[in-house]
């Protein structure tokens, strides 16, 4: 005996059954109707999806030329664990994550060379003139913070970074509703209708950027894209002249998983706003292969930035390409409780005015 199919409603998820008035299949909670075909359709779709197929070749990376990472310098902070590279002129005595001091520890040795490198646009003035003018944008930073905050260190830093370039083919399974309300003497109704959207496409990637380094948080890192790629030139330890370079500690094979994800994503988004003219709108399944997955390695430029101010320290970063800034700052605790106090009475006064208004 065969087993029996059960469908479930793509509205409420409910049991649907055959309605024999209607010859459609009905959900008996929600009292949505559908045609038999689409619904097995939808069904084998959402409960059979094809397995994603994400793989990639992660051969980042290339050899040192003879003699040529004998040129270079590592140094390792034994306060926060994290690896600084430098060329032999540059001095480096502290750690531009922390701020305690490092100490050399040997050669690059067995390290991947970088493909690629993003040259630092912006310098050291530009970092201080960033921090100052953000910090003043903030309104709810204390004053004295303002007056009296101390620059203890800023460092330039090329940041190791994994770029993933892929091709997606996705299909992707939406549920989106549209409500109609209207009302006589007697009731208010709703009327809702649930839709089923397919969209599939391809789609192409190109350097999508995953952090390489566990000391630099990926957050930061994040927050300060998009770097512009076509700045990027092949990799020269001349390029590293006056700034250190983090070491990576993630592997390419690693960061593969943060590359699925963001380019899943994305995939999602993309396809989702091409689904309109709808009130909401919802993934209900989703496939999505990669071919050509290629994966490559390099360095990207980050000023950082320690200040000091009772007895705490803030960690910024900005861009050494863009500019663009992020950072931790004090809150002034009476200052925003007199913003949401005085948000709090405007809210106030309007329910009030709406009332007496109603009222009259």
């Given at each position: 005996?065969s087993?029996?199919?059960?469908?479930k409603?793509?509205?409420?998820?409910?049991?649907?059954?055959?309605?024999?008035g209607?010859?459609?299949?009905?959900?008996?909670?929600?009292?949505?109707?559908?045609?038999?075909?689409?619904?097995?359709?939808?069904?084998h779709?959402v409960?059979?999806?094809?397995?994603?197929?994400?793989?990639w070749?992660?051969?980042?990376?290339?050899?040192?030329?003879?003699?040529?990472?004998?040129?270079?310098?590592?140094?390792?902070?034994?306060?926060?664990?994290?690896?600084?590279?430098?060329?032999?002129?540059?001095a480096?005595?502290?750690?531009?994550?922390?701020?305690?001091?490092?100490?050399?520890?040997g050669?690059?040795?067995?390290?991947?060379?970088?493909?690629?490198?993003?040259?630092?646009?912006?310098?050291?003035?530009?970092?201080?003139?960033?921090?100052?003018?953000?910090?003043?944008?903030?309104?709810?930073?204390?004053?004295?913070?303002?007056?009296?905050n101390?620059?203890?260190?800023i460092?330039?830093?090329?940041?190791?970074?994994?770029?993933?370039?892929?091709?997606?083919?996705?299909?992707?399974?939406?549920?989106?509703?549209?409500?109609?309300?209207?009302?006589?003497?007697?009731?208010?109704?709703?009327?809702?209708?649930?839709?089923?959207?397919?969209?599939a496409?391809?789609?192409?990637?190109?350097?999508?950027?995953?952090?390489?380094?566990?000391?630099?948080?990926?957050?930061?890192?994040?927050?300060?894209?998009?770097?512009?790629?076509?700045?990027?030139?092949?990799?020269?330890?001349?390029?590293?002249?006056?700034?250190?370079?983090?070491?990576?500690?993630v592997?390419?094979?690693?960061?593969?998983?943060?590359?699925?994800?963001?380019?899943?994503?994305s995939?999602?988004?993309?396809?989702?706003?091409?689904?309109?003219?709808?009130?909401?709108?919802?993934?209900?399944?989703?496939?999505?292969?990669?071919?050509?997955?290629?994966?490559?390695?390099?360095?990207?430029?980050?000023?950082?930035?320690?200040?000091?101010?009772?007895?705490?320290?803030?960690?910024f970063?900005?861009?050494?390409?863009?500019?663009?800034?992020?950072?931790?700052?004090?809150?002034?605790?009476?200052?925003?409780?007199?913003?949401f106090?005085?948000i709090?009475?405007?809210?106030?006064?309007?329910?009030?005015g709406?009332?007496?208004?109603?009222?009259?």
């Amino acid at each position: 005996m065969s087993e029996l199919l059960e469908y479930k409603c793509p509205a409420c998820s409910g049991k649907l059954e055959f309605n024999s008035g209607t010859q459609s299949m009905k959900c008996p909670f929600c009292e949505s109707e559908f045609d038999i075909e689409a619904v097995q359709e939808f069904n084998h779709a959402v409960e059979t999806p094809d397995e994603n197929n994400m793989n990639w070749d992660t051969s980042a990376g290339g050899e040192w030329a003879s003699g040529e990472a004998e040129n270079m310098s590592v140094y390792h902070c034994q306060s926060c664990g994290a690896q600084i590279v430098t060329d032999n002129t540059t001095a480096a005595s502290s750690c531009p994550y922390c701020d305690s001091p490092i100490v050399m520890t040997g050669s690059l040795s067995g390290d991947l060379k970088p493909d690629y490198v993003i040259p630092f646009k912006l310098d050291k003035e530009a970092a201080k003139s960033a921090l100052d003018k953000y910090i003043k944008s903030k309104k709810l930073v204390p004053a004295v913070f303002k007056q009296k905050n101390h620059i203890d260190e800023i460092k330039g830093v090329y940041v190791p970074m994994w770029l993933f370039d892929a091709k997606a083919d996705a299909r992707i399974i939406f549920k989106a509703k549209k409500e109609r309300s209207w009302n006589d003497d007697d009731y208010n109704y709703v009327e809702t209708s649930y839709y089923s959207a397919v969209r599939a496409g391809t789609l192409g990637f190109e350097n999508v950027p995953v952090n390489g380094s566990t000391k630099m948080d990926p957050e930061i890192m994040e927050s300060i894209e998009p770097y512009d790629f076509k700045d990027a030139v092949d990799f020269k330890t001349a390029y590293l002249s006056g700034y250190l370079a983090d070491r990576y500690d993630v592997s390419a094979e690693d960061s593969v998983s943060r590359a699925n994800e963001r380019i899943e994503n994305s995939t999602k988004a993309i396809f989702e706003d091409t689904v309109k003219g709808y009130d909401s709108v919802s993934t209900e399944s989703a496939n999505i292969s990669l071919d050509d997955g290629k994966g490559k390695y390099a360095l990207y430029p980050v000023w950082i930035l320690n200040t000091s101010w009772d007895g705490n320290k803030y960690t910024f970063a900005m861009n050494g390409q863009t500019g663009k800034f992020v950072g931790n700052l004090p809150i002034d605790t009476g200052a925003a409780i007199r913003l949401f106090s005085a948000i709090t009475a405007i809210g106030t006064a309007v329910i009030f005015g709406i009332s007496y208004l109603m009222s009259r």
